[in-house]
T-cell receptor, first 109, second 110 residues
Framework: DGGITQSPKYLFRKEGQNVTLSCEQN?????MYWYRQDPGQGLRLIYY???????QKGDIAEGYSVSREKKESFPLTVTSAQKNPTAFYLC????????FGSGTRLTVV | QKEVEQDPGPLSVPEGAIVSLNCTYS??????FMWYRQYSRKGPELLMY????GNKEDGRFTAQVDKSSKYISLFIRDSQPSDSATYLC??????????FGTGTSLTVIP
């Protein structure tokens, strides 16, 4: 079945540590997205990529970085510069509609 | 003003009730409208997709768009506990840009 695979499902980060969230898709979609979801704030766009080797900042890109070396993969790194990283992170790809992954819950310990 | 506004709820109803979820949008250029359902600790999944104005029915679910008032609705008939989730509305323009509401949390009590 085609879809988006996010891993890990749960991730714990220590203060000052960088962590990378994985996102893989087998839908052959060109466009991929990372969203952050906090209670009551809906989906906020972190980064998106319309094509391999190109990506753009979203509304809340500070403290995050991405790469898009392959069409299937769009990993997100949460850096130590992100001061409030505890959230639910969703990866998505888009053709005419969005397909979302199951999310990664990141918690700072 | 956000492009798509949605009452966050929470909304709590007894099993069997008719549920009405609503959004408003500001941009008359939006042509496509969607409802996503998101269970706890899961990603959103597409529930309904409509183009322009009118109604679309799928089982117990009816999506309604009123472009004159820029109003999007989702009706759930004979609501079930399994319908308990967060529902997000979304609008898309012809340039394939999407705008999401913040989501409404629904609980159906057995």
């Amino acid at each position: 079945d085609g879809g988006i695979t996010q891993s890990p499902k749960y991730l714990f980060r220590k203060e000052g540590q960088n962590v990378t969230l994985s996102c893989e898709q087998n839908l052959n979609h060109d466009a991929m997205y990372w969203y952050r979801q906090d209670p009551g704030q809906g989906l906020r766009l972190i980064y998106y990529s319309q094509i391999v080797n190109d990506f753009q900042k979203g509304d809340i890109a500070e403290g995050y970085s991405v790469s898009r070396e392959k069409k299937e993969s769009f990993p997100l790194t949460v850096t130590s510069a992100q001061k409030n990283p505890t959230a639910f992170y969703l990866c998505a790809s888009k053709n005419y509609g969005y397909t979302f992954g199951s999310g990664t819950r990141l918690t700072v310990v | 003003q956000k492009e798509v506004e949605q009452d966050p709820g929470p909304l709590s109803v007894p099993e069997g009730a008719i549920v009405s979820l609503n959004c408003t949008y500001s941009n008359s250029a939006f042509q496509y409208f969607m409802w996503y359902r998101q269970y706890s600790r899961k990603g959103p999944e597409l529930l309904m997709y409509t183009y322009s104005s009118g109604n679309k029915e799928d089982g117990r679910f009816t999506a309604q768009v009123d472009k004159s008032s820029k109003y999007i609705s989702l009706f759930i008939r004979d609501s079930q506990p399994s319908d308990s989730a967060t529902y997000l509305c979304a609008a898309r323009n012809t340039g394939n840009q999407f705008y999401f509401g913040t989501g409404t949390s629904l609980t159906v009590i057995p």
